[in-house]
């Protein structure tokens, strides 16, 4: 196919893939453009961590989860075209090492091979779900180089009903050395 010029929006029920084609085999492997997504329009509420918190759909949440006490995050049922937005609103200087989860709802599952970095043991990794999986933890460290601190993000979007996609923005900063991430069924 040729290269297109829009004069207009280009808009996507379903989202936008972007396929690559092997050179030396042929086959062709999809993947998602799954960026952070736009804010715009979405609402904004800001939740007092606790051991059951509820995110909204097409929302912008904040939360000051410390890691004192272990806190558990319910998002919404995946309907396409929803989003989902978790902002980290302090640092976990002090807090502790209580797991703050993350779960899907009902039946609903991480899209397969999502991933999200990690710093397990100081350095960067990286965990990836597999099919079927329903929980994301976040186990900190009693520490301020934790990776999920203030303004972090994790946004959590649906293409399809039933699967979210994970896109995140965590700290850059060379101290934030700290802090696993893992998925779980």
């Not at 972007?18 to 997504?37: D, E, L």
């Not at 850059?172 to 700290?178: E, I, L, M, R, Y």
């Amino acid at each position: 196919m040729a290269n297109t010029t829009f004069s207009g929006p280009v808009r996507s029920e379903a989202g936008f893939q972007v396929a690559t084609k092997n050179n030396t085999t042929g086959a062709f492997t999809t993947r998602y453009s799954s960026a952070m997504p736009d804010m715009t329009g979405l609402a904004t509420a800001v939740l007092a961590t606790g051991a059951a918190i509820t995110l909204a759909n097409n929302t912008v949440t904040s939360v000051n989860f410390t890691g004192g006490a272990a806190a558990g995050v319910t998002l919404p049922a995946a309907t396409a075209g929803d989003v989902v937005i978790y902002v980290q609103s302090i640092d976990t200087t002090s807090g502790g090492v209580a797991a703050l989860t993350f779960n899907a709802a009902g039946t609903d599952v991480w899209a397969t091979g999502s991933i999200i970095e990690s710093r397990a043991g100081g350095a960067v990794t990286f965990d990836t779900s597999t099919a079927g999986e329903t929980a994301l933890a976040f186990t900190p460290a009693a520490a301020a180089t934790n990776l999920l601190t203030i303004g972090s993000k994790i946004a959590f979007v649906c293409y399809t009903d039933g699967t979210w996609n994970i896109a995140y923005e965590f700290a850059g900063a060379a101290a934030a050395t700290t802090g696993a991430f893992a998925f779980a069924a």
